[in-house]
């Protein structure tokens, strides 16, 4: 007979044996726990079961007694049914998503974001939303997230998984596949990516055509070009400047913020902000440390909490600009009665009209409590137009008030 081989065993040593008897001690005080747990838990609802059985009189053999029991049986029959019917949908639904089945190609029309004339981005739920065409044929799945091009460029960035790639937002081809682990949008023809940790720029083919092998910092949001140059910080991060598109330093990295507004930029030293325009040249020198862009003007805080106002070339327009005007309320010792006087913007008095006035019959009456409490009044006065508008805040279609509350708020003559 052949030899059989055999591998020597290593002895066990006394604290390894220790261990493995320990182990299995573990196992059985577990397997007894959940024994006792299952006996306790049966216990528990036999009881309970019981006392419903005594207190609805299941046990009786009357025609009571078998109706109640047929009438309970049902009842938990169909509870079981839609419980495990319920498992069923869920484990299905679940099955389908994960494997990507789908037993109809029916597409919501909510939640559809149009890219072109042929496609459209469908965003659903649980990482599931996707693309598809005008046929309603499903081209890209399991897609994350898209972001859109700006200007003409025509590919989309999207996410599957955790990676990063893009497609043609006119065919729903995927020209670039996800393999990035961060991405940003195409603008200008060029997109920044994040490859091994250092920022690179592609073209539309994929090829990386700008490396200034610039680290990868998670808490810039920029990488995107406007009218031909792209915010970025240097080797430290800790200053920023513009690139044009061939990698060259357009604007030098010396400032603190770097921010595109329409074909402006607005840059920061650190202690004040200053203005250019679409060549990088001056239009606003440093000259407050809160300039904003808004309207078609260029708007700066001074350190006098004046608003100085300039036009998109940088000429002044208003020294000192007014934005909006508050009431100042304060307490005095002397005593002003309410007027129902108004004036135009020429300051003259103007007496106010009222669109028209309003009549009740004889037999109706409102009730004013919620404004004048404890006090009722009967119809059958008109108001002057100063009480003609107070009556729109009132909360009645149709009302006059009398004489007495008249004079309760200003001297006023009412006509009977």
């Not at 939303?129 to 989309?156: C, M, Q, T």
């Not at 002397?334 to 007496?351: I, M, Q, R």
Request: hydrophobic share 35%; net charge neutral.
């Amino acid at each position: 007979m052949p030899a059989t081989l055999q591998w020597p065993m290593k002895p066990l040593t006394r604290k390894k044996a220790k261990h493995e008897v320990d182990i299995i001690q573990e196992d059985k005080n577990m397997k007894r726990y959940i024994i006792l747990f299952w006996h306790g838990l049966t216990g528990i609802l036999s009881s309970i079961a019981e006392w419903f059985t005594v207190v609805l009189g299941m046990k009786d053999d009357s025609k009571y007694g078998k109706v109640i029991r047929r009438t309970v049986g049902t009842c938990f029959a169909t509870i079981m049914l839609l419980i495990t019917a319920a498992v069923v949908w869920a484990f299905g639904r679940t099955a389908c998503n994960r494997l990507n089945w789908s037993s109809s190609d029916y597409i919501p029309s909510y939640n559809n974001q149009y890219l072109s004339r042929n496609l459209s981005y469908h965003e659903g739920y649980d990482y599931d939303s996707y693309v598809f065409n005008r046929d309603g044929e499903k081209l890209i799945k399991k897609i994350h997230w898209i972001a859109k091009p700006l200007g003409n460029d025509s590919l989309v960035c999207y996410r599957t998984g955790k990676k990063r790639g893009y497609f043609n937002m006119y065919t729903g081809e995927v020209v670039i596949e996800p393999k990035y682990s961060h991405a940003w949008i195409f603008s200008d023809g060029l997109a920044a990516v994040e490859e091994d940790g250092w920022i690179k720029f592609i073209d539309a083919s994929g090829k990386v055509v700008i490396d200034n092998h610039l680290p990868y910092l998670s808490n810039n949001d920029g990488y995107v070009f406007h009218n031909g140059y792209c915010a970025v910080h240097n080797n430290h991060g800790d200053r920023l400047g513009l690139i044009d598109k061939i990698g060259e330093w357009a604007l030098k990295p010396e400032y603190f913020s770097v921010t595109p507004i329409d074909t402006l930029w607005i840059v920061s030293n650190g202690k004040e902000k200053s203005v250019l325009n679409a060549s990088l040249k001056t239009v606003l020198p440093f000259i407050s440390p809160n300039v904003w862009i808004s309207d078609g003007m260029i708007y700066a805080s001074m350190d006098d909490h004046s608003v100085r106002t300039y036009s998109l070339q940088g000429e002044l327009v208003e020294n000192s600009h007014i934005s909006g005007t508050s009431q100042l309320m304060y307490e005095t010792n002397e005593v002003y009665y309410a007027t129902s006087k108004s004036y135009n913007e020429d300051g003259n008095l103007v007496e106010p009209r009222c669109a028209e006035r309003w009549h009740l019959r004889d037999d109706e009456q409102f009730d004013l409590a919620a404004w004048f409490p404890s006090l009722k009044y009967r119809a059958g006065h008109e108001l002057t137009s100063f009480y003609c508008i107070l009556a729109y805040r009132l909360p009645l279609n149709s009302f006059l008030l009398p004489a007495r509350l008249c004079r309760l708020f200003e001297r006023q003559r009412v006509l009977r």
